[in-house]
């Protein structure tokens, strides 16, 4: 499922973008497909009333869309004294971002922001990204981290409390973080203002204002969507355009995009400064999955702690867990097998039991997977180094994770529309 968040003022300024003329509020009216044409009149009514312009394209008649205020009183100053409409400062930032576009062979740079254990870094890597910054505040992360990616080591923090003046400049920011709910109130008073909330994507929002790099990866989980009846995610929309970025939004599962036996859906939020870049960027096809979760198991015999024999619940899923070749999932209270042979989302709590922990048979017993097998189920590599430390912990870093394969596939795709 894809969707192009392209809104009325993007129109606008890509036209002024492909044009670099100015143009009189007739022509833009025409050029818009606008179903009235834009008066200078017109323009100053909306401006008195304090209002947006919710205006149907002529493509799209479900969608609305609203010209920001801050375009009209541009058009109007500009508009209302010389019947022509001027480049605004987003429009000039968009043509100095094409003047320095990417060439080919370049390497982009990237910061990986809520790094975790490093998956979205290492699917960029694989396409010849260079990361130039790291950071999570949570030091088991940082143990996994630094023993596989030794340069740049991760730097541990607070994403708040660290200095945006000690991060190199990069072209890419990278980020799977962690959603949390913002309340309109906290909104209206600016991302900046909302900084001492801690909250994490007015940080991120804060580093692309500083950065200004050409293009962002967002991830997080499907529900962003719908999270506090839409809202959420409106105003996420809402600040990235409003910081110069048009982006295109995708639900992606590791069982279609990476041909990944996981169930995980997540949600991708990927944006560029250019315009050319964010139409020549699409996300990945769907691919078909000749994978099966017993392609990823340990060849070794595993340790008998991973299996449910002799312990409390094996009675109570014995008889529901008979199929070697199911994966099955514990609910509060009862089992569920995934009939598509899917592993259901590895989560963050899988390590401390929970109703989440996947299930599986074999001629032994039953038992869940083991913490390296986690890992190649979100596609790390053998050589990924697990470092010795609590399995909770090495369960917890691996649900926290990404898919690899569906994210590298994503890296190549944003390369492409950089190049
Ligand atoms: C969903 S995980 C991202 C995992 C990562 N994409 C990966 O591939 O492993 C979110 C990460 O954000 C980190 N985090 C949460 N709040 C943070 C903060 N205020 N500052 C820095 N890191 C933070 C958590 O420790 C966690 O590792």
């Known amino acids: 499922m894809t969707t192009d968040f392209y809104p009325v003022e993007n129109r606008i300024l890509s036209l002024l973008y492909h044009s670099k003329v100015s143009m009189t509020t007739y022509e833009l009216s025409k050029k818009l497909k606008l179903s009235f044409p834009t ?71 990237t910061a990986d922001l809520f790094a975790g254990v490093g998956g979205i870094r290492l699917a960029f890597e694989r396409e010849g990204f260079k990361t130039v910054f790291a950071n999570d505040f949570d030091r088991y992360c940082k143990i996994i981290y630094d023993a596989n990616f030794p340069e740049p080591k991760m730097t541990l923090g607070d994403i708040n409390d660290i200095d945006l003046k000690s991060i190199p400049s990069f072209e890419i920011l990278l980020g799977g973080f962690p959603c949390q709910p913002f309340s309109i109130a906290g909104y209206r008073k600016g991302f900046k203002d909302a900084k001492g909330r801690g909250n994490l994507f007015f ?45 295109k939004v995708a639900i992606l599962n590791s069982a279609n995009y990476g041909n990944m036996p996981q169930n995980r859906e997540r949600i991708f939020i990927v944006g560029f400064r250019n315009k050319k870049a964010y139409d020549a960027f699409e996300f990945p096809k769907e691919l078909a999955l000749t994978t099966s979760f017993k392609d990823f198991l340990e060849t ?53 039991g929970g109703h989440n922990v996947a299930i599986i048979k074999n001629h032994k017993g039953i038992r869940k997977f083991t913490p390296r097998e986690c890992y190649s189920l979100q596609g790390f590599p053998k050589s990924f180094k697990l470092p010795a430390m609590a ?21 190549k795709e944003m390369k492409k529309a950089l190049s």
């Open 39 to 109: 008066t200078k009149k017109y323009i100053q009514t909306l401006i008195d009333k304090g209002a947006v312009i919710e205006d149907k394209l002529a493509k799209n008649n479900k969608a609305t869309y609203k010209l920001n205020f801050k375009l009209l009183k541009d058009v109007k100053s500009n508009a209302i004294k010389n019947k022509s409409l001027p480049q605004d400062k987003s429009t000039q930032k968009i043509i100095a971002t094409k003047k320095n576009s990417v060439g080919k062979g370049e390497i982009l740079r």
């Open 203 to 247: 940080r991120i929002a804060e580093i692309l204002d500083e950065k200004k790099p050409k293009a962002f990866l967002l991830e997080n989980v499907k529900n962003l969507r719908n999270h506090d009846g839409g809202r959420t995610f409106e105003i996420i929309s809402k600040t990235l355009h409003d910081l110069g970025y048009v982006f």
């Open 300 to 352: 070794e015999p595993v340790d008998d702690k991973y299996y449910y024999n002799e312990k409390p619940l094996y009675e109570r899923i014995v008889n529901d867990v008979n199929n070697e070749n199911t994966v099955y999932q514990w609910r509060r209270g009862y089992v569920r097998a995934n009939k598509k042979g899917l592993v259901p989302t590895l989560t963050a709590n899988m390590g401390a």
């Open 391 to 411: 399995d909770s912990q090495l369960y917890h870093q691996a649900g926290n994770s990404v898919t690899v394969p569906v994210l590298q596939r994503i890296a």
